[in-house]
């Protein structure tokens, strides 16, 4: 009998052991996947669809547990769209900005809900994205005209628009801040159409020119006023810069179809 009890005081033991351990696994937290950025950019980060963070991923080939997005905004879009932007953080310190276009609530009705989403377009920024605020003058050096030798310095900058900033800082991937326009003139365009040419330097010392094409009053008469505006076509001016001539990849739409800019 005494055997009995001890051997059943030891199996007890056993099984109470097994039980703890157990209940001490379930307790504990399971592992963490890698981060996706910082803890305060992980804090930050915005929730978004498994087909946006898909999107994005096919876009700038990152792994979608290796980003975070840190911003979203609604962004102007052709009528029947609505496009958003995405600022993005990557593990290795890489920073974009991505645009999605999808049909709008008139456009999935007007193509009787055949209209699909456009891929993610992506812009890799050089400085922290997500800044605010633009700069309103550039730094004024000393003394009267530039030294022998020396670069010429731009022009005094002028206003343009939030709209208009917002497109030229996604063409050449820099944030409004960090560049300002010194010269705005009209440049020829199609019937139906107007085009104007921003002469734009940034704070890194590049220099570029950028076409933005919208509707003419007749054009938007003609389209009932659904025709939008393009999204910027900026080509490098900056002198020795091996980009020098090259110009961005905007998003084609029906302007720039109608003005010969897409490829």
Do not use: W
Not at 38 to 56: C, F, Y
């Amino acid at each position: 009998m005494k055997f009995g009890t001890a051997t059943a005081l030891v199996a007890l033991s056993l099984l109470g052991s097994g039980l703890s351990d157990s209940a001490s696994a379930a307790a504990r937290p399971a592992a963490k996947p890698a981060a996706a950025a910082t803890e305060a950019e992980a804090e930050d980060a915005v929730q978004l669809s498994d087909k946006a963070a898909k999107k994005i991923s096919m876009a700038i080939g990152e792994e979608v547990g290796d980003f975070v997005v840190t911003r979203q905004e609604a962004v102007e879009a052709p009528a029947g769209n609505k496009a958003t932007e995405y600022t993005v953080r990557t593990q290795r310190g890489r920073s974009y900005k991505c645009q999605i276009i999808e049909p709008s609530r008139a456009g999935k009705i007007f193509s009787f809900g055949t209209a699909g989403g456009g891929d993610a377009l992506c812009t890799e920024f050089a400085g922290p994205a997500g800044g605010k605020g633009r700069a309103a003058a550039a730094p004024a050096g000393k003394g009267g005209g530039p030294a022998a030798g020396a670069k010429p310095k731009p022009g005094a900058p002028i206003a343009v628009g939030d709209k208009i900033a917002k497109k030229i800082s996604t063409a050449i991937g820099v944030e409004p801040s960090q560049f300002v326009v010194t010269a705005q003139e009209d440049v020829e365009a199609n019937v139906g159409q107007r085009a104007t040419e921003y002469t734009v330097h940034t704070n890194a010392g590049k220099t570029y020119k950028c076409q933005i094409i919208e509707a003419s009053r007749l054009g938007r008469i003609a389209t009932f006023g659904t025709a939008g505006s393009s999204d910027a076509l900026c080509t490098d001016f900056t002198k020795g810069s091996r980009d020098q001539g090259k110009t961005n990849q905007a998003a084609c739409n029906a302007l720039l179809r109608a003005a010969h800019k897409c490829d």
